[in-house]
């Protein structure tokens, strides 16, 4: 059984930086993308960010400039490393695992997903 597990997350002022963690604690997953997503209150899950098996990056336009994400396929991990917050970055990002990066783009995740971590920033 897959368990992707999330760290990191916290309340911060805007413009601090904050990086996510997000370690498979189960079975292995081979060959899979992985990413962030982003849940604020009343609103719809987003993409944030993905990285390929084989380091291919994909960024959602919120987060191109400011996040860098990062990958270790053959342990299944990851981690967002988020610069210059915002208020509106706010909210519970989630791990998600997928057989495809573009199923993490289009968010249609047909993988693993973790109980996600929350970020709270201060105006």
């Known amino acids: 059984q897959v368990r992707l597990v999330e760290s990191g997350g916290g309340l911060v002022q805007a413009g601090d930086s904050l990086t996510l963690s997000c370690a498979n604690h189960?079975?292995?997953?081979?060959?899979?993308?992985m990413g962030w997503f982003r849940q604020a209150p009343g609103k719809d899950r987003e993409f944030i960010a993905g990285i390929s098996w084989h380091g291919i990056e994909q960024y959602s336009d919120s987060a191109k400039g400011r996040f860098t994400i990062t990958g270790d396929s053959d342990r299944n991990t990851v981690q967002l490393q988020m610069n210059g917050l915002k208020p509106e970055d706010a909210g519970v990002y989630y791990c998600?695992?997928?057989?495809?990066?573009?199923?993490?783009?289009?968010?249609?995740?047909?993988?693993?997903w973790g109980q996600g971590t929350q970020v709270t920033v201060s105006s």
């Open positions: 189960g079975d292995a997953l081979s060959r899979y993308a």
């Open positions: 998600a695992a997928s057989p495809m990066l573009s199923d993490l783009v289009r968010n249609l995740v047909t993988g693993y």
